[in-house]
């Protein structure tokens, strides 16, 4: 993520079903329902259903999309709303989120427009030994934004395109595991993503792809795994496809006090190859444009590594998650495909009366596929805090910091948003950050 770049660092499982084990680690968690749609889950009931609006208004110290043109602010306004329900059967969960608004602003350098985001999560387990996990999270958002939410596990995180005003998205994924022994259990995955940009040089990518992997409990709450994985870059424009071989070691461990880690580490064989036109405008001698394509071909193989490093902390009123990797993604429509470093990870208090949060990403892309001589990188950090003034509406702020790398011509963009405004909710919470 999983900002506007779209933020991918909660790479959270759902939790529960999808891999139960007997032991000390399942008792534990199973003492306090956990849901990873939304923050504040552990003052919610395991079943729920929480309508919310919201209006804001909104004030941008800089236009956010990549242009030559003098840095200026702008006041704007959001209007928007939502639902988020949880249900728990004996040996099922279903959890959904939705939210959609609408952004306008008086500064017509800055993008309007309307945002949407999806999330579904379905656990089912049958009889002992078999449990099917199914996820789905699809939308639109606009650049410029932070946008933080769950992503299905094993999807290729979004990352937005530096020229296109909206990116659209969707990431479906499931699981099936069976468990053999008390130890010894089989995960086969299946994934699909799709990514399109509204930009005129924006190249979108679909990625299917599976995985299958073997995990044995060395102890009640130590898991050792190892796993094979095959995903498939497939660009539009036949601008070309990058497959990819994934070979990784996995080990995870819950430890006391609602503390969870995990490490993964492995190579990717990247084969990367396509040819890609670019429109390019050409001034002649007497200052006459002529408009055109640059056409350049490539064929790139690598063994990339690949790791990830994950640490979580859940609690009735807090949660803590932190998120570093490297890896290989569908990159953002002018990179390709590309190796992705990133760092990322959120804070939360959530009570009745209030929420406090903190969150914040990293990422740094350079291009294996097309030819681009430059790396980019964005970063992002936002702190929001909520406050119940009456029952049911409750007032909040929220600061936001982008910073993108300058991608030639355009220099480096930066950008500090202040929104403040009020909120519906019949569970009578404040907004949290997803």
């Not at 650049?143 to 299905?152: D, L, R, V």
Request: charged share 10%; hydrophobic share 35%.
């Amino acid at each position: 993520m999983k900002l506007s770049i779209f933020l991918a660092v909660f790479f959270c499982a759902w939790p529960a079903l999808a891999q139960q084990t007997q032991g000390a680690a399942t008792e534990e968690a199973n003492q306090e329902f956990f849901n990873p749609f939304t923050l504040a889950s552990g003052i919610l009931e395991r079943n729920f259903v929480n309508v919310f609006a919201f209006a804001n208004g909104a004030y941008d110290t800089n236009a956010q999309v990549f242009s030559n043109s003098q840095h200026v602010g702008g006041w704007g306004y959001g209007v928007g709303g939502g639902i988020e329900a949880s249900h728990v059967w004996k040996t099922a969960q279903l959890g959904i989120s939705y939210n959609g608004a609408y952004q306008n602003y008086s500064t017509p350098t800055f993008v309007g427009g309307t945002t949407q985001n999806l999330v579904f999560g379905y656990t089912k387990r049958f009889a002992r030994r078999w449990t099917l996990a199914l996820t789905e999270g699809a939308g639109s958002f606009l650049y410029g934004q932070i946008y933080y939410s769950f992503e299905p596990v094993n999807t290729t995180p979004v990352v937005t395109n530096p020229f296109s005003p909206e990116t659209r998205y969707s990431s479906t994924s499931f699981s099936l595991s069976y468990q053999q022994t008390r130890r010894l259990s089989y995960v086969l995955s299946g994934f699909y993503s799709l990514y399109r940009y509204t930009g005129p040089g924006g190249i979108g990518a679909s990625d299917p792809g599976g995985s299958f992997s073997v995990q044995y409990q060395l102890k009640p709450r130590t898991t050792l795994g190892a796993t094979y994985s095959y995903t498939n870059f497939i660009f539009q424009r036949h601008a070309g496809y990058d497959h990819l071989n994934g070979f990784f070691g996995t080990l995870s461990h819950q430890f006391h006090g609602r503390w969870s880690g995990s490490l993964s580490g492995g190579v990717v064989r990247s084969s990367a190859s396509g040819t890609i036109a670019v429109p390019v405008t050409i001034l002649t001698g007497q200052q006459q444009a002529i408009a055109g394509y640059a056409i350049g071909s490539y064929h790139n193989l690598q063994w990339v590594p690949s790791f990830n490093a994950a640490l979580s902390h859940t609690h009735r009123h807090s949660q803590i998650s932190v998120n570093a990797g490297y890896g290989v993604s569908s990159g953002n429509g002018i990179y390709l495909a590309t190796k992705d470093a990133y760092l990322g990870g959120y804070y939360s208090y959530t009570t009745r009366a209030s929420v406090f949060s903190a969150a914040g990403y990293y990422s740094h892309l350079s291009s294996i596929a097309n030819a681009i001589g430059s790396n980019f990188t964005s970063t992002t950090f936002t702190l929001a805090y909520g406050h119940n003034l009456i029952r049911y509406v409750a007032g909040n702020l929220r600061y936001d910091f982008i910073t993108y790398s300058s991608l030639s011509p355009y220099p480096a963009q930066h950008d500090n948003h202040f929104s403040f405004g009020l909120s519906f909710s019949t569970k009578n919470i404040p907004l949290t950050l997803f």
